[in-house]
């Protein structure tokens, strides 16, 4: 199988390169970044990127999108930039399969931002749609390109929407700043009030559920929430970080809610389980070997 994953030297897209190699799958990759030593590599302009070219001289059975900005706080100080890498490219995308590859099937790494804040829980794939940032618009739009394709062109699309993930190789986000933090800090501050929630997933799940879709889904355009339909606080996980690094540390909520994030969040996973999805990775295990990863970066 010819796989082609957009943003190959991202976090999901390096993970997801290295997964489908150990498949013996043949993996093409494409990114911003120079890289003279791996095959199948397309670089591409990050201001203008043209994807006709590969589509013309290659043939791909599945293309992952993993490419995109992946910043809540950068798309409300640059919503343009923001647009362009989430929603645009992505239409770039879906038209170079259309003229000239449109039995290649499309894989969309949307995000639960598109919910925002949701009426009930757990969030099912059928929830209404309220996204509370530019990030979360943006990818909405993405996934309404892939309907659009799908439904008028026949393009074989899906959409995932990915919850809060994690894991070795993630140098941002929550868990990251928490390291940080832990370093330097003996007192350490987080926004909000701790009772938040978030649905955690390692990346080793992650790429495991895109490995179900590639087999099993239908790509006619559906949505597949990425989570493990378990509701944690925020504040539960400071905890188990004081825990898994044996400190004194002091964990403080300022309660302050940053502009753009969720306040809870719990997904309802029952579609992509029906494809085989099992969790393998525990938030305990995956926190404990991100911690162990993360001193070894230092």
């Known amino acids: 199988m010819n796989i082609l994953i957009i943003g190959s030297k991202g976090f999901i897209g390096t993970a997801a390169s290295n997964f489908y190699q150990e498949k013996k799958c043949t993996v093409f990759g494409c990114d911003i970044l120079n890289d003279y030593t791996s095959e199948n590599y397309f670089q591409i302009d990050a201001t203008n ?13 599945v ?6 900005a992946a910043s809540v706080p950068q798309s409300l100080q640059n919503p343009l930039r ?8 992505v239409a770039k995308l879906l038209e170079a ?32 749609c309220n996204p509370i940032s ?21 393009i074989r699309t899906c959409n995932v929407r990915i919850f809060s993930a994690f894991g070795n190789g993630l140098k941002k986000q929550l868990f990251w700043d928490l390291f940080q933090k832990f370093k330097s800090q003996d007192f350490i501050e987080l926004f909000g009030t701790g009772e938040e929630t978030r649905d955690f997933i390692h990346i080793d799940d992650i790429i495991y559920a895109l490995d179900c879709i590639v087999n099993k889904a239908d790509f006619k ?19 188990l970080f004081v ?19 969720p306040l809870f969040w719990r997904a309802d996973v029952s ?28």
């Open 49 to 61: 990127s043209d994807f006709h070219q590969i589509f013309e001289r290659y043939t791909f059975d």
């Open 63 to 68: 293309c992952i999108n993993c490419s995109g």
């Open 82 to 89: 923001d647009f362009t890498l989430n929603t645009y490219n």
């Open 97 to 128: 399969i259309k003229e000239y590859q449109p039995n290649c099937r499309f894989i969309n790494l949307s995000s639960a931002a598109v919910y925002g804040n949701p009426e009930n829980l757990p969030i099912r794939e059928s929830s209404v």
């Open 134 to 154: 530019p990030y979360g618009i943006h990818k909405k739009f993405a996934e309404e390109l892939c309907t659009e394709y799908q439904s008028f062109f026949g």
């Open 221 to 239: 355009g559906e949505n597949y929430n990425i989570a493990n339909g378990e509701e944690i606080k925020i504040k539960d996980i400071a905890e």
């Open 243 to 261: 825990k898994l690094t044996e400190s004194q540390k002091t964990v403080i909520f300022n309660k302050q809610q940053k502009k753009g994030d």
């Open 271 to 298: 579609k992509i389980k029906a494809l085989g999805y099992k969790q393998k990775i525990s938030i305990q295990e995956g926190l404990r070997n991100y911690i162990q990863w993360a001193n070894e970066q230092s």
